[in-house]
Antibody, heavy 118, light 110 residues
Framework: EVQLLESGGGLVQPGGSLRLSCAAS????????MSWVRQPPGKGLEWVSA????????YDADSVKGRFTISRDNSKNTLYLQMNTLRAEDTAVYFC???????????WGQGTLVTVST | EIVLTQSPGTLSLSPGERATLSCRAS???????SSWYQQKPGQAPRLLIY???SRATGIPDRFSGSGSGTDFTLTISRLEPEDFAVYYC???????????FGQGTKLEIK
């Protein structure tokens, strides 16, 4: 069974840092591009960052550019999101998602909540 | 940057009825990169349609997608109770690489 399991969310103060992890299983992780997508409470979906299967290419939304870094360890089948200089508007549930042909996301994790507040 | 506008914002229908959800792009886009998702409260999104009209694995055939250029449509032929949820369209823009979501359409029971 294809599965994604996020971890690392929690409460952090504005200006702080947090690293999210996403453990993958049931598919050839190194062959799949992956993304992080977030959803603020009660709002819609926002794509955050993407990374190629090899990890050689990464892409970020303007809202997080220069603050968030996506990476992966294919030997551990794990995706990461390093989040620095966090702001209140970064408060959201963060999902990791597996990309398929057509740049669609066919598998999603259950999400991890990040709350940025004093 | 492409902006996706979904309409209506809320759609009130009864089980057994037909639902038509719209997604309009601010400029012409590739249908190869057009997708639709369903999301229920407290759950992750579920992929329904990719490539504008291809159903994802396990998706019932009452769900269909169509469109090209700037206008894309998700149709649910006969609503089942479990279909009431929020639906998002998504598009990929390759220059620069970006994944854009519409704001969502809430499908509620009338």
């Amino acid at each position: 069974e294809v599965q994604l399991l996020e971890s690392g969310g929690g409460l952090v103060q504005p200006g702080g840092s947090l690293r999210l992890s996403c453990a993958a299983s049931g598919f050839t992780f190194s062959s799949s591009a992956m993304s992080w997508v977030r959803q603020p409470p009660g709002k819609g979906l926002e794509w955050v960052s993407a990374i190629s299967g090899s990890g050689s290419s990464t892409y970020d939304a303007d809202s997080v550019k220069g603050r968030f870094t996506i990476s992966r360890d294919n030997s551990k089948n794990t995706l990461y999101l390093q989040m620095n200089t966090l702001r209140a508007e970064d408060t959201a549930v963060y999902f990791c998602a597996k990309e398929i042909l057509g740049a669609a996301f066919d598998t999603w994790g259950q999400g991890t909540l990040v709350t940025v507040s004093t | 940057e492409i902006v996706l506008t979904q309409s209506p914002g809320t759609l009130s229908l009864s089980p057994g009825e037909r639902a038509t959800l719209s997604c309009r792009a601010s400029r012409s886009v590739s249908s190869s990169y057009s997708s639709w998702y369903q999301q229920k409260p407290g759950q992750a999104p579920r992929l329904l349609i990719y490539g504008a009209s291809s159903r994802a694995t396990g998706i019932p055939d009452r769900f269909s997608g169509s469109g090209s250029g700037t206008d894309f449509t998700l149709t649910i032929s006969r609503l089942e109770p479990e279909d009431f949820a929020v639906y998002y369209c998504q598009q990929y823009d390759s220059s620069p690489p970006l994944y854009i979501f519409g704001q969502g359409t809430k499908l509620e029971i009338k």
